[in-house]
């Protein structure tokens, strides 16, 4: 079984900029970022394939962007112009060709002060 350990999250000023990452302890062909806010269901916000295919589904994805290193098993999240609506716990999730979320991280937390 894959594990997954998120980090770089903590606390930043709107305005601020912010990477997480995501170390796996294997491949998987999917890899993703969801989050989930407080009083709010979990979403997913991109995913990226090997191959480098990537989703954006949040609307702010002009603000975020998604990378990994194959070679490391490494997902990043890259959030730019970080806005208080951007606090939550972000999960990093590992699948197959057809799924997203087969397997979860730990979460990391990302607070966004105004």
């Known amino acids: 079984q894959v594990q997954l350990v998120e980090s770089g999250g903590g606390l930043v000023q709107a305005g601020g900029s912010l990477r997480l990452s995501c170390v796996a302890s294997?491949?998987?062909?999917?890899m993703a970022w969801y989050r989930q806010a407080p009083g709010k269901q979990r979403e997913l916000v991109a995913s990226?394939?090997?191959?480098?295919?990537?989703n954006y589904v949040d609307s702010d994805q002009g603000r975020y962007s998604i990378s990994r290193d194959n070679a490391k098993n490494t997902v990043y999240l890259q959030i730019n112009s970080t806005q208080p609506a951007d606090s939550a716990v972000y999960y990093c999730?590992?699948?197959?060709?057809?799924?997203?979320?087969?397997?979860w991280g730990q979460g990391t937390q990302v607070t966004v002060s105004s």
């Open positions: 999730t590992g699948g197959g060709e057809f799924s997203t979320a087969d397997i």
């Open positions: 294997g491949r998987s062909y999917r």
């Open positions: 990226i394939t090997t191959t480098g295919r990537i």
